[in-house]
């Protein structure tokens, strides 16, 4: 529930301004409708005002889902806040629904009394049907606990638009900038922004700017003149670091960590991908960046797409592939090489709902398993996990640092809702990351043999770059002698084999940070996450601490290996609450790893977790335990 701060005239007319701590708007519509961008420019619009910003896009599959069906509806939702934000926001204060079908799928997520702004014109008898609705919600009083704003966008925007000399079908186009101007109105948000995104973005095409521009306007103006609306609400900045930041979304930080991450170890990124939803932004982002000598290769499949970053990797480049879950497994014979090869690789995977093909536009964690052990034989490898959507950066620049010092495959777990989602990001200074170091092998003692599986301290072998005089060795799927290299089936190599290259994973322990505790180190519950449960989870726990409820949380981002004090930490408390977005593949996993039960809390329905379910967990676990 939103908190008023304050209340006061508008100055205009019985106008009143009500500010508030934080506000969550959702636009809702077709999936042709442009619900997408006009959350997009709000996001942007409230971040340039100072505000902290998380988001949350949900759209069909379907490219171009049937106009006016339930299962067409594409929604974003933008949480905007004096304070910082964690979570695209439990209920909605804010709906804007642009025919009966948005309505029927997002108004049961609309707070009593919160604000409900309805495209009046698309609620006829054909599209009530699509909807099915037997009647008119908008004159049953169905909507009586909302504060109902019915408002003829289809006709004002016509209105708007008709100076611009558009066609009737492409003037109707700007009717989300018409909603997102009522929206600009209601909630105090200046129009610029947009307006100067509007001229860039349609420069070359003046009917089409002046159209959007007009759509803009003419819906802020509605909001100002009209006499249904006597209310008006504001968030002010939120107090945040100095610095500069930017607006991102996990799939660009992610880019932008790869990219950065290539640019420490000074070599060339090469990515060798296909896409797939919802990971393709990374592709798009990077391919944006042949200046800083980044090479993006779109191939025929997964398989070819791996095996041509292993190439390059081969080759001496700092390689990636990315992808989703059913990617991944079309790339699982292609990362067991690489494990084999002991190459460098990072795989992000971004992950969807599953199994097959899907729910390939909603968010999942149920490919943990397959990270860590969804290969054949014994094939290790580090597995990472991304938290937010700006932390997509800083864990793509650890999994390229981690590939490079140990020379091995990293896979970086991220997910449709960090990876779709967006917030400030504050742009980090270059001395600040990690150095990538990187020493090629460039000759050998005087009559000694390249040995190209010879370790150091790290069980790492030497990266040497093919074409090397006096480097010359063999390389491929086939075990190799540990420090010769050569092909060998002799059973106690390949056993030492096997054992060495997973204590090279295990070393990896060595240099990344200890698992950290929020709240007391001991105590009745912890709260235990991984991935993008991240925000939902902190801010279920802040908010029972402020109510003085024996809860703690702690969450993992290092999944293989784990955090050397895990087991330490686990063992500290009564009883391990794991939610997660699945059927409890942490909760087995932290089971045969560090020897502790815990109480699942499993949700597979496309949709991060709320705060308040979680909250409601932590209360019934608690309950349970007293009981007993």
């Known amino acids: 529930m939103v908190v008023a701060t304050q209340s006061q005239d508008a100055g205009k007319g019985s106008d009143k301004v009500i500010e508030l701590e934080e506000i969550t708007v959702r636009f809702a519509g077709d999936s042709g409708d442009g619900m997408q961008l006009a959350g997009t420019q709000l996001t942007d619009t409230s971040a340039i005002f100072g505000n902290d910003v998380c988001t949350l896009p949900d759209y069909p599959a379907e490219i171009r889902a049937p106009a006016g069906s339930l299962g067409g509806v594409s929604g974003f939702q933008v949480h905007f806040g004096s304070r910082k934000l964690r979570t695209p926001g439990d209920t909605i204060n804010a709906l804007v629904a642009m025919n009966p079908a948005a309505l029927k799928t997002n108004v049961a997520d609309l707070e009593p009394g919160g604000v409900l702004v309805v495209n009046e014109d698309a609620f006829n008898k054909v599209n009530l049907q699509k909807a099915q609705y037997e009647t008119n919600p908008l004159e049953d009083d169905s909507l009586k606990k909302y504060q109902l704003f019915k408002v003829p966008m ?94 991102v979304s996990g799939n660009e930080a992610t880019a932008i960590g790869l990219a950065a991450a290539a640019c420490r170890a000074k070599k060339p990124l090469f990515l060798g991908t296909y896409p797939i939803t919802p990971a393709s932004d990374i592709l798009h982002e990077l391919a944006r960046f042949k200046n800083f000598d980044v090479r993006v290769f779109q191939a025929e499949d997964e398989i070819a797409a791996v095996c041509s970053a292993i190439g390059a990797s081969f080759g001496g480049a700092l390689a990636v592939t990315t992808t989703s879950g059913p990617g991944m497994a079309l790339k699982t014979e292609g990362i067991g090489l690489a494990v084999m090869t002991e190459l460098p690789l990072v795989i992000v995977n971004v992950q969807r709902g599953g199994p097959s093909t899907g729910l390939p536009t909603k968010t ?210 009564k009883q391990i609450l794991i939610p997660e977005l699945n059927l409890g593949q942490l909760r087995t996993y932290i089971r045969a790893t560090c020897m502790v039960d815990s109480v699942p809390f499993s949700k597979v329905q496309g949709m991060p977790f709320r705060i308040g379910e979680i909250v409601a967990k932590i209360e019934e676990v608690l309950s349970n335990g007293k009981k007993s």
């Open 154 to 247: 289809d006709r004002l925007n016509a209105e708007a638009c008709k100076e611009a000399g558009l066609t009737g079908r492409a003037a109707g186009r700007c009717k989300n900038f018409f909603a997102l101007g009522v929206v600009y109105w209601l909630f105090g948000r200046s129009m610029e922004p947009t307006l100067k995104w509007v001229e860039q973005k349609f420069g070359a095409k003046p009917a089409v700017a002046d159209a959007n521009s007009r759509a803009l306007k003419g819906g802020y103006y509605f909001g100002e003149t009209a006499e249904m609306f006597t209310v008006r609400y504001t968030v002010a900045p939120a107090k945040i670091t100095p610095g500069k930041y930017r607006r």
């Open 364 to 573: 999942e964690q149920a490919d943990l398993f397959q990270a860590v052990w969804g290969r054949n034989s014994e094939t290790p490898l580090c597995v990472l996990a991304a938290a937010t959507p700006a932390d997509c950066f800083d864990m793509a620049v650890e999994a390229c640092r981690i590939a490079v010092e140990y020379m091995t495959p990293v896979i970086l777990l991220t997910d449709a809702y960090i990876a779709n989602g967006a917030e400030p990001w504050r742009i980090p200074d270059e001395d600040s990351l990690p150095r990538l170091d990187i020493e090629h092998p460039t000759a050998c003692e005087d009559g000694q043999r390249f040995r190209p599986y010879e370790r150091d301290d790290k069980l790492s072998r030497p990266w040497a770059i093919p074409g090397t005089p006096g480097l010359e060795h063999r390389i491929g799927g086939l075990e190799k002698s540990d420090g010769a290299g050569d092909v060998c089936y002799d059973p106690m190599n390949h056993e030492h084999m096997i054992k060495t290259r997973r204590a090279k994973i295990d070393k990896i322990a060595d240099t990344i940070p200890d698992l950290t505790v929020v709240g007391d180190e001991s105590g009745d519950l912890l709260v235990l996450g991984w991935g993008g449960t991240y925000g939902p989870i902190l801010s279920a726990v802040e908010r029972c601490r402020d109510d003085g409820v024996n809860v703690s949380c702690a969450h993992l981002k290092y999944l293989d290996p784990l955090p050397k004090n895990t087991a330490d930490v686990l063992k500290r408390f």
